[in-house]
């Protein structure tokens, strides 16, 4: 943008230049401001077409030497509030003289003095020459030298005598700078300078106060609103309008509109009858919801614009519809939310698709992360039913004995805190759709009875009901756990797990399918609306990366990575939880190689699982005994190491591998080498 150009014409040169560090201070660099004074002797030819003259007596000198269409502003002056602080402060019994470089100056002070409401009857003009200060006195000078004697007197620099609240106004305007002005030019002022007026200051306060209550109240709305002239030419625009259109403050104050919004034709405007549009357009590679009105007050006829982020505005659409049909009974995802190109996550959502298809009960079996939820939700919006409700359950957030009333509902007066009325299950708000049962693993053996009896049935009895309601529902139900060994431990029903285990589902954790990191990440950060690259130690880091949070975990680190506000993500970037892992299973790789120097693998797990796994593999090797993966995993349940027996069969495969075991085929277990008794003597030291 081209600066505005401003002359200031002093008698001394430090005047000047505490002027134009005053008028940057409240307008910006907005201007290019040139200096001129009597003392250093370069006022010849002026070529601003606005003058800031500070000596009065010189105008008729300035104005012959420019131009006829130059404007000079004769400045009102004040002091600053320091300086009103030190003559509030003065002994005012004493004789009080106030010296400046000529008389008239000396009188002009006195003049600024009483007009900021000083009522001291013994101010004495002082000057060069004069020679009046008495002894013991007060001398007050506006940041001048005293050059004649002042035989003991105190001496107050109230320092130069600055621009009031009016020139600077003048010049704002004269520059088109006004909307400097409305933004925090009045804030600036009374913090800093006193107004020569206490009415003017009274104004300036409660105006102050208005804004900020209209500040306030910008702030709260999170749409981006853009006030435009009906020429185009934009007035006012809020800070959500800027970060959604990527510019800097005040950047569009007083541009054409279609200079910033190029994907829609603001020439149609000129027609009245377009008055209410809405319309989808792209600013910055970003969806936008553009919405634009015409506005015609008394005091202002253009159109207000609205801005919102497209995925925002699906977001809360979202959470309305959800919000509608009683909380979270609509589903927002389908197999396309679902990231991946890798073989294993693209047979999965094949499988699922095909069982989207039947009425059948689905198990979803996958770790904590990996997704469980997208999945029936995705199912569901393939069904039959996707035009009834879903509704999800977590089964581990209800204590035992609420869950049945929650599930089921229940009759006023079935039990003491019963609602009056009565209140609908979650099967009943999901009958002619799909119930989801997340965490069903968690639930108590009491709760599994009564939901064996319904799926049995296809009806449900409230709490405290003889009644029935017949029911034509879809179950899906997700576990993280192994549901056949809390079989085996009396923690589950044998018969519930058949009746949900017709079309078993199982999830991948995100760390055997890598080949699909790269993308779900990415397509966290779109969301997120970053843009932000990994070094390639960073991908290496996130190729060896347990990822036991899986996606979740992932999605928690782009977040964590878009704080950094990097354009490139180094290792010192990351957290510290994701740098230990790595670490350990650093050691564990470097340790290995150095037994194995000709094999040089990546390494999934941490140390201590290969260790673990060993350990078992020598004890049984030492009673002359085979082991398998189903009796090590076994042992770990029995002693809480957390690992899986599927984990364990890879952790074999590493080893052998590596030749530190060798699997025999069949039920033949294994057996640990020569070199793998080695490793496991040398780690343990």
């Known amino acids: 943008m081209e600066k505005r150009e401003l002359a200031i014409i002093t008698l001394k040169k430090d005047a000047g230049e505490i002027y134009a560090e005053q008028i940057k201070y409240f307008l910006g660099d907005n201007i290019k401001i040139n200096l001129y004074s009597y003392e250093e002797g370069n006022i010849t030819v002026i070529k601003e077409k606005i003058i800031v003259l500070s000596v009065k007596l010189k105008y008729d000198e300035i104005q012959s030497m420019c131009a006829n ?46 007009r900021l409401g000083f009522n001291i009857p013994n101010l004495i003009p002082s000057y060069p020459k004069s020679n009046n200060i008495l002894p013991d006195s007060v001398v007050l000078t506006p940041g001048e030298d005293i050059l004649i004697e002042s035989y003991n007197s105190e ?58 209550m209209f500040d306030l109240l910008l702030s709260s709305i999170d749409e981006g609103l853009v006030c435009i002239g009906e020429d185009g030419i934009v007035q006012f625009y809020t800070h959500v309008a800027r970060e959604i259109l990527g510019i ?14 190029r994907s829609f034709d603001f020439r149609q405007l000129k027609n009245r009858e377009n008055t209410n549009l809405q319309k989808l357009v792209r600013v910055n590679n970003i969806d936008i919801n553009f919405e634009i009105r ?45 990231i991946g190109n890798s073989d294993e996550i693209l047979n999965i959502k094949k499988r699922a698709y095909k069982m989207a298809q039947s009425n059948s009960s689905i198990l979803i079996i996958g770790e904590s992360g990996t997704g469980k939820e997208l999945f029936a939700q995705s199912i569901h919006s393939a069904s039959l039913r996707r035009e009834g409700p879903f509704v999800a ?59 064996l009896r319904v799926i049995q049935e296809r009806e449900v009895r409230r709490v405290g009901s003889d009644k029935v309601v017949d029911l034509d529902i879809r179950i899906i139900a997700a576990t993280n756990r192994d549901l056949k060994q809390l079989v085996c431990d009396n923690k589950f029903r044998q018969d519930l797990f058949y009746r949900l285990n017709v079309l078993p589902l199982k999830i991948s954790p995100l760390r055997d399918r890598i080949q699909d990191l790269f993308l779900i990440f990415n397509s966290f950060k779109k969301n997120l609306d970053v843009d932000f690259n990994l070094s390639k ?4 880091i996130f190729k060896r990366h347990r990822w036991e949070g899986n996606i979740r975990e992932l999605r928690n ?20 939880y994701v740098l230990d892992s790595i670490k350990t299973t650093s050691q564990c790789s470097k340790k290995i190689e150095e037994k194995t120097p000709c094999r040089n693998i990546n390494l999934k797990r941490d ?27 076994e042992y770990a349940k029995e002693e809480s190491v957390f690992i899986t027996e599927q984990q364990i069969r890879s952790i074999l495969l590493e080893l052998q591998n590596l030749e530190l075991v060798k699997v025999l085929s069949g039920r033949g277990g294994s057996l640990i080498t020569e070199k793998g008794r080695e490793f496991l003597k040398e780690n343990k030291e």
């Open 69 to 114: 269409d130059v404007q000079i502003i004769i400045p009102r002056l004040t002091f600053e509030k320091s300086s009103f602080e030190k003559i509030s402060n003065i002994d005012k019994s004493k004789n009080i003289f106030v010296y400046n470089l000529s008389k008239g100056m000396a009188l002009e002070t006195i003049t600024i003095i009483r």
């Open 155 to 212: 001496i107050i620099d109230l320092g130069y005598r600055i621009i009031d609240l009016g020139c600077i106004a003048d010049i704002a305007i004269k520059l088109n700078l006004e909307h400097l002005i409305k933004e925090d030019l009045l804030k600036k002022f009374i913090d800093k300078i006193v107004p020569t007026s206490y009415i003017a200051q009274k104004l300036l306060v409660s105006q102050s106060k208005l804004e900020s």
């Open 248 to 261: 800097n403050d005040n950047e569009m104050i007083g541009k054409y509109i279609g200079d910033y919004i």
């Open 294 to 338: 015409y506005i015609d007050t008394n005091s202002f006829s253009g159109f207000i614009i609205k801005l919102v982020k497209f995925y925002e505005a699906e977001k809360k659409q979202a959470k309305l519809r959800a919000q509608l049909m009683k909380s979270g009974n609509v589903t927002k995802y389908n197999f396309d939310d679902i």
């Open 393 to 451: 359950v977590n089964c581990s957030t209800f204590q035992e004995g609420l869950l049945q009333s929650e599930l089921f509902g229940y009759e006023e007066g079935a039990f003491t805190g019963a609602k009056k009325g009565g209140k609908k299950g979650l099967f009943e708000l999901a009958n002619h759709g799909t119930i989801f049962l997340d965490e069903i693993g968690e639930m108590d053996l009491n709760s599994q009875a009564a939901l």
């Open 537 to 540: 130690e960073v991908v290496e």
């Open 557 to 576: 680190l782009a977040e964590y990575c878009s704080y950094a506000d990097k354009s490139i993500i180094e290792v010192s970037d990351l957290p510290d």
């Open 607 to 633: 140390l201590n699982d290969y260790i673990y796994v060993l350990e078992k593999i020598n004890h049984a090797y030492n009673l002359k005994e085979r082991i398998g993966r189903r009796k090590i995993y």
